[in-house]
């Protein structure tokens, strides 16, 4: 990972920590993911002239995606209703890089030598502390978890599929940008005809703008991410990626008050140690 991947990875890292918690103060988790998700086609339609459009090799992948992140969008909202954003979050995010490492071994024929592979266990262990410690009091609300986990394994699932979508796709805007437009209609869509119809205009009003700022930060995050997959492993990019649940804990305390306390401090600072065996030379 070159220091421009990293760099690209941890601005990734916060802009979705930022949409993330702008779809989690939305009170209404329908109206959030339908301004952010219809922000994100309009977005990918004004940036599809100005990329190549994707190879044909990579629309079976662009697809598959879709589909997936429709069911991710789905359990992030669930996670967000049942959980605290300091809680959903982390799990959610924490869990997909030991799976993303597993998947792109498999599939992606990248086996992770024992520095990345170190890095990237202690930085889900610590990942996992942010999200699970300093609960003192608390009984664990284990549906929450559980759709948080769900959530974890449907975001390795769209990393993988994306980061051997993007490389095939010949152009990692177009890339983006089509997915974008593909996998941002169907919730919109069943908002408006199955849900709100005429007054849709009169619910979406008072949170325009906070959505469409979601919007921005959601593509510019992911289209990061997608970039950085042509030009690293998919594992590594995973693990650093989620340096946003550092971004996401501080966010939960600063603005929705909750709990962050010295055991998650203790576990962020086993993440950064953790990212930096992943980023050692070897």
């Given at each position: 990972m070159t220091p421009a991947v990293t760099a690209a990875v941890l601005l990734a890292a916060v802009t979705h920590a930022s949409w993330n918690a702008i779809a989690h103060r939305i009170t209404d988790k329908l109206v959030g993911f339908t301004l952010i998700?219809?922000?994100g086609v309009?977005?990918?339609?004004?940036?599809?002239?100005?990329?190549?459009?994707?190879?044909?090799?990579?629309?079976?992948?662009?697809?598959?995606?879709?589909?997936?992140?429709?069911?991710?969008?789905?359990?992030?909202?669930?996670?967000f209703r049942l959980g605290d954003f300091g809680?959903?979050?982390?799990?959610?995010?924490?869990?997909?890089p030991l799976v993303v490492t597993v998947f792109a071994a498999v599939f992606a024929h990248e086996v992770p030598d024992a520095w990345a592979a170190a890095g990237i266990v202690l930085s889900c262990t610590g990942l996992t502390g942010?999200?699970?410690?300093?609960?003192?009091?608390r009984r664990p609300d284990w549906a929450a978890i559980v759709a948080a986990l769900a959530t974890g394994l449907s975001i390795a699932s769209y990393?993988?599929?994306?980061?051997?979508?993007?490389?095939?796709?010949?152009?990692?805007?177009?890339?983006?940008?089509?997915?974008?437009?593909?996998?941002?209609v169907a919730i919109p869509a069943y908002a408006v005809c199955c849900r709100w119809g005429r007054e849709t205009g009169t619910v979406l009003r008072p949170h325009a703008t906070l959505g469409l700022l979601g919007s921005v930060l959601s593509v510019s995050a992911y289209g990061l991410v997608l970039w950085a997959q042509t030009r690293a492993e998919l594992a590594p990019v995973a693990a650093l990626r989620e340096s946003s649940i550092l971004v996401g804990a501080a966010i939960g305390t600063l603005f929705f008050e909750e709990r962050f306390g010295a055991p998650r401090i203790a576990a962020a600072g086993l993440l950064v140690v953790g990212i930096g065996l992943m980023l050692h030379p070897g």
């Open positions: 998700l219809a922000g309009l977005i990918g339609l004004l940036l599809a002239p100005f990329a190549a459009f994707p190879a044909a090799g990579a629309w079976p992948y662009l697809t598959l995606s879709a589909v997936i992140h429709l069911v991710y969008v789905v359990l992030l909202m669930t996670s809680q959903a979050y982390p799990i959610a995010r924490g869990s997909a942010v999200a699970l410690w300093g609960m003192r009091g990393t993988l599929v994306d980061g051997l979508g993007v490389r095939a796709s010949g152009s990692s805007l177009g890339y983006t940008a089509w997915l974008m437009v593909v996998q941002g």
